[in-house]
């Protein structure tokens, strides 16, 4: 049997699932996607460039563990409420990974 690295990816994905449902319940599961929810714009905006999958796994947990979380609570205290900071940072990531997507596939027809 022969698997592919995207299905390792989604079988270490589907283990973490079940093991974070087993060790903390609903709440476990709830956490684990909320964490592949917030590096969801980081992975758009680096699958862009010529990086291999291991090196776009790790570099998108730095980017949006660290970076989502800066600008989530830096926007929450100019806003006021965290919750609509958390949607609203979202929302502009994935803009900007949209954006970033258009204008590297604009750049690679050129040359």
Same mark, same amino acid.
């Given at each position: 049997?022969?698997?592919? @690295? $995207?299905?390792? %990816?989604?079988?270490? *994905? ?15 599961? @709830? ?5 592949? %929810? ?6 758009? *905006? ?5 990086? !291999? #999958?291991?090196? $776009? ?18 926007? =929450?205290?100019?806003? !006021? ?9 979202? #929302? ?5 990974? %949209?954006?970033? @997507? $258009?204008?590297? &596939? &604009? =750049? &690679? $027809? &050129?040359?």
């Amino acid at each position: 049997m022969n698997l592919t @690295r $995207k299905q390792l %990816l989604v079988a270490g *994905i589907a283990v973490s699932v079940v093991f974070m449902y087993v060790a903390l319940g609903f709440t476990g599961v @709830r956490v684990i996607a909320g964490l592949f %929810l917030i590096m969801l714009p980081a992975y758009f *905006i680096l699958d862009t460039f010529e990086l !291999g #999958l291991e090196e $776009k796994i790790v570099a998108t947990m730095f980017f949006s563990i660290g970076g989502y979380s800066t600008l989530v609570y830096y926007s =929450g205290l100019v806003i !006021g409420s965290f919750r609509a900071a958390m949607a609203i940072t979202f #929302l502009i990531l994935i803009v900007a990974a %949209l954006v970033v @997507r $258009k204008t590297r &596939k &604009k =750049g &690679k $027809k &050129k040359e």
